[in-house]
């Protein structure tokens, strides 16, 4: 579900993995078109690094 927000809603995949100040930043940075595709692909990145870490925090468990 969250690469789908990733793809359409970039700026909104950063306020649900609780980094608001990216999501502002993806935010201004998605009101361009041409600011769109940099956004999406900073989105889907942060989501998988996140998805690592919580990986790896499960893991020391």
């Not at 649900?16 to 989105?43: D, F």
């Amino acid at each position: 579900m969250r690469l789908l927000i990733a793809l359409l809603l970039p700026w909104l995949t950063f306020f649900t993995i609780s980094r608001p100040i990216a999501g502002i930043i993806c935010l201004i940075l998605q009101l361009t078109l041409i600011g769109w595709l940099p956004a999406t692909i900073w989105a889907v990145y942060a989501l998988s690094q996140y998805n690592t870490d919580k990986k790896i925090q499960r893991s020391m468990r």
